[in-house]
């Protein structure tokens, strides 16, 4: 059975194969590793998200309270940007949570219950948030919700027991009622409310020792119970809402605030934490990893070289020989490589090269007559180009008033391109002034019709005026004067009206034929403006055009300059040839081809 050969070839593919395998397994390891960083930074930016994301929806909770509380816009709109931003914030905040949860890296460091802990929390600050905007926005402000209804109920008691009634004790009860109102409104204390109540127990004494029209009574009465009602449901509805930051909604929402917030907290140090010793170790593994395969790429390597540097060195030996001009006859190889196989393969060639080199001597004899050729066609060459370069600058110089004729035809394009579009611009101005026009003379006629019905409806007052004067006979001759004249201004005034509505109508039928006729003719010079446009990017386009058939003569021409010059200096290497012919028999008698030395590995 055949030995297999441990070739050079089969010893690198072996070494890049183990290289590649190392490789592709420490690049996986490296790959998972960033992935890994990654995604350490990711919920590291995350958490860190969430206590932004917290400050922001406190900002928006405080905002809301602040504002939109005393904003009678809100109230009737319902709508706020501040609530907006909340329910924004919440949503970035929620998936920032489920972002989290369900990363792996949250898991391994024992988060995950923490994780459904903010989000539960969160929920039940989003619930007493709304909840806390519903009741408000139930508590009212001003004309709006139950401060809206107390308002109305107690406008109402004013009239019927302060202006209807017009008793002073009455009057001062009343007062005392509203004070007390507002200090409430203002502190929110129940001590207020209490005096409030009070006060209308008060109010109903004085109206039993009153003597009131029964019916006048009842109905103020029941205004008081209504006013005292309406106050009693916003009573409730604050203590509901909490008067206080730890009382009732707000009381309940501040509690869910201050678990969310340590635990933000909390779930941020243990990533950071955790963070910073998974990256530590991930980098230490890494260049642990790096270093070795390093290693190991070095020592194979240094064992593959030094099978190689030992036919290297009998190969420089035969090279340096022939370096001396002598041509070795022999090149024995004991190597089963690669390098074995060069040298045998530079034994051939050293014989090649023998061959080769008898040849060159005899090749140069025929070197001389060749040059010779050369120069009569070089002297051809050099005659054709100084005719062609002559043409060439005709050529360019009509090529240039050409193109001088096309710019001053693109400027004078352009500049009709600016007065036509400064044309259609004049003509979409004077057809809006049209417009605008027509609407006035429309809005014209329409009040003059109404004064035409005013002057008609004066003259019946008149007639009327008139009839009623008959009838008192003596006393009402001076009212009649003034009713005939009355009549005749009526009537001028009618004649008036009658001639400006006809004006005005036939304003408007020239008004609207001239903005017709603007209509058909905008088109026509928008089409105009187009075409002259068109006209200028085609002289544009010529312009170029012209500047690059001017740019390919100059290099035309240049080029003809190089051929004239090339073609002397072909005449003057060919005359060179036929010296540098006997030259290079000079230096090949160099080599020495009968020494036969024999070089081995």
């Given at each position: 059975m055949k030995k297999k050969r441990l070739t050079i070839k089969f010893k690198l593919t072996?070494?890049?194969?183990?290289?590649?395998?190392?490789?592709?397994?420490?690049?996986?390891?490296?790959?998972s590793s960033i992935m890994q960083l990654s995604k350490l930074n990711q919920i590291t930016r995350e958490s860190s998200e969430l206590s932004n994301a917290m400050l922001k929806l406190?900002?928006?909770?405080?905002?809301?309270?602040?504002r939109e509380t005393s904003n009678e816009t809100f109230f009737e709109t319902k709508t706020s940007k501040y609530l907006d931003n909340f329910v924004e914030t919440i949503e970035i905040y929620m998936n920032n949570v489920e972002r989290l949860d369900n990363n792996k890296l949250i898991r391994r460091m024992h988060l995950t219950k923490q994780m459904d802990q903010l989000a539960e929390n969160m929920m039940d600050y989003k619930r007493h948030f709304e909840y806390l905007v519903d009741m408000t926005i139930i508590r009212g402000y001003k004309d709006n919700g139950e401060i809206g209804q107390m308002r109305q109920a107690v406008r109402e008691v004013e009239q019927v027991g302060i202006k209807t009634l017009k008793n002073d004790a009455l009057r001062a009860q009343i007062l005392m009622l509203r004070r007390h109102e507002k200090d409430y409104l203002l502190r929110r204390d129940t001590v207020y409310a209490d005096k409030l109540n009070a006060a209308v127990i008060t109010t109903k004494k004085l109206m039993d020792k009153m003597t009131l029209n029964r019916t006048v009574k009842r109905d103020l009465m029941e205004k008081l119970d209504i006013y005292q009602t309406s106050f009693a449901h916003v009573v409730s509805t604050d203590e509901s809402i909490g008067r206080s930051q730890t009382e009732g909604i707000k009381g309940d929402m501040r509690r869910a605030v201050h678990q969310i917030e340590p635990l933000i907290e909390e779930v941020v140090a243990v990533i950071n934490t955790k963070s910073a010793t998974i990256r530590s170790r991930t980098v230490s593994s890494l260049i642990i990893a790096i270093v070795a395969l390093i290693v190991l790429a070095s020592g194979v390597l240094t064992l593959i070289s030094r099978s190689i540097i030992k036919s290297v060195k009998t190969a420089q030996d035969a090279v340096n020989a022939m370096s001396k001009g002598k041509i070795?006859?022999?090149?024995?190889?004991?190597?089963?490589?690669?390098?074995?196989?060069?040298?045998?393969?530079?034994?051939?060639?050293?014989?090649?090269?023998?061959?080769?080199?008898?040849?060159?001597?005899?090749?140069?004899?025929?070197?001389?007559?060749?040059g010779n050729d050369i120069n009569e066609y070089s002297q051809q060459l050099a005659e054709g180009t100084s005719e062609l370069a002559s043409s060439l600058e005709e050529v360019s110089s009509s090529m240039e008033e050409i193109t001088a004729n096309i710019e001053q035809t693109a400027g004078n394009s352009k500049e009709t391109e600016a007065i036509s579009y400064s044309a259609s611009d004049g003509i979409k101005t004077v057809h809006q002034a049209s417009s605008k026009s027509l609407e006035w003379a429309k809005d014209i006629a329409e009040k003059v019709k109404i004064i035409d019905t005013i002057a008609n409806q004066t003259n019946i007052l008149a007639l009327n005026a008139a009839v009623e004067a008959a009838k008192a006979q003596v006393d009402g001759r001076g009212f009649a004067v003034v009713a005939r004249e009355v009549k005749k201004l009526a009537e001028k005034s009618r004649e008036a009206a009658s001639r400006i509505i006809h004006q005005a109508e036939a304003g408007m039928v020239e008004t609207q034929q001239s903005v017709a006729m603007l209509e058909q003719v905008l088109p026509d010079i928008h089409k105009t403006s187009q075409l002259v446009q068109e006209i200028t990017v085609a002289g544009s386009e010529q312009t170029t055009g012209t500047m690059q058939i001017n740019e390919a003569i100059r290099m035309m021409n240049v080029v003809t300059q190089n051929n004239a010059a090339t073609a002397q200096e072909l005449q003057n290497i060919s005359e060179n040839l036929a010296s540098r012919a006997i030259e290079l028999k000079e230096v090949i008698s160099f080599f020495v081809i009968g020494d036969t030395k024999t070089i081995a590995n």
């Open positions: 072996l070494f890049v194969v183990v290289l590649s395998t190392l490789l592709v397994f420490t690049g996986i390891w490296i790959v406190r900002k928006s909770e405080k905002d809301f309270l602040l070795v006859n022999t090149i024995v190889a004991a190597s089963d490589d690669e390098m074995g196989d060069l040298l045998q393969d530079m034994g051939v060639m050293t014989g090649k090269l023998k061959q080769i080199i008898t040849g060159i001597m005899q090749a140069s004899d025929s070197i001389t007559s060749v």
